[in-house]
């Protein structure tokens, strides 16, 4: 699913060679870096580079790639997935499995006046509580919101921020291709996102990777408009793969209107929940018949 060639191809492509002390001319047609420059920054020979890039080198030392990512000015979730790629011959990477804990289950129903949401490595909602249901429209669990994202036209219009949504959603799938290579339910996935989405093939092509840990979230709810909230993610010890996502609105702000708005219209006979409250095995895709299509 990802590579470390691939990803060293990518990185090279992306330097200016100017912030490196490299003149260039208008004869230069080269993207980023040579792969001969790259060696000569790095203090490595071109052959062992170039067999790197060429994926006939492996398990390149900590000091070749700690020079790398100097070179190649990698920000720290790179340079943690240039290390995880560089030593996934010697250590793979196991898909998380096992069922949601019915503790987890309880922590969601005590967040009420919030959106949250137990989420795995493939994006897939394993449970949410009642207002992640309204605000996502779907039975929870049944969701992976990649598909909401880049598959389902219908739901486009959900995210008020949705180009910036697509990056986040390929750059958390690229680090997870690195960390759980041998996930077959996660390469799936991929492919059939690469299947069905022009935008989805130009971004993972880039082989960006993001690990999104807050930040806002907006969408434009068709019911109650457009609610700007903050989304914090939070790593569940003992749990690998395995978030818990709070949606939260700033005190008095119009958004937490809108959360209010849209939990009364939920509590109304005429607008049931459409939360499935039954535990999600989180090593196993919900059954088809509840994923939106």
Not at 66 to 90: F, K
Request: hydrophobic letters at 40%; glycine letters at 10%.
């Amino acid at each position: 699913m990802d590579d470390l060639a691939g990803f060293l191809r990518t990185r090279r492509a992306r330097v200016d060679p100017a912030v490196v002390g490299i003149p260039t001319d208008s004869r230069r047609r080269v993207e980023g870096l040579r792969r001969e420059e790259v060696a000569h920054l790095s203090g490595v020979s071109v052959d062992y580079y170039v067999r790197l890039e060429q994926g006939r080198a492996t398990q390149p030392s900590e000091q070749v790639l700690d020079a790398l990512a100097r070179v190649l000015d990698l920000d720290e979730t790179e340079r943690g997935h240039l290390y995880r790629l560089a030593r996934q011959r010697r250590r793979r990477g196991k898909a998380p499995g096992g069922r949601v804990r019915p503790e987890l289950l309880r922590v969601l129903e005590l967040v009420t006046d919030a959106p949250a949401m137990l989420m795995n490595h493939r994006l897939d909602v394993l449970a949410g509580n009642r207002l992640a249901g309204l605000l996502l429209g779907g039975p929870m669990p049944g969701l992976n919101t990649a598909r909401h994202i880049f598959l389902e036209e219908a739901e486009r219009g959900l995210y008020a921020d949705w180009e910036s949504c697509t990056r986040d959603v390929v750059g958390h799938l690229r680090l997870a291709a690195g960390r759980y290579p041998e996930d077959p339910r996660l390469a799936s996935l991929i492919g059939e996102l690469a299947m069905g989405s022009e935008r989805f093939r130009r971004l993972w092509a880039r082989a960006d990777v993001r690990a999104r840990t807050h930040g806002r979230k907006a969408y434009r709810h068709p019911l109650v408009g457009l609610l700007e909230l903050h989304q914090e993610n939070f790593a569940l010890p003992n749990e690998p793969g395995i978030e818990l996502l709070v949606l939260s609105a700033a005190p008095g702000s119009p958004a937490e209107d809108g959360l209010r708005l849209l939990a009364g219209l939920g509590a109304d006979p005429g607008h049931p929940s459409p939360v499935d409250k039954e535990p999600a095995a989180s090593g196993d895709r919900p059954p088809d018949t509840q994923v939106r299509r």
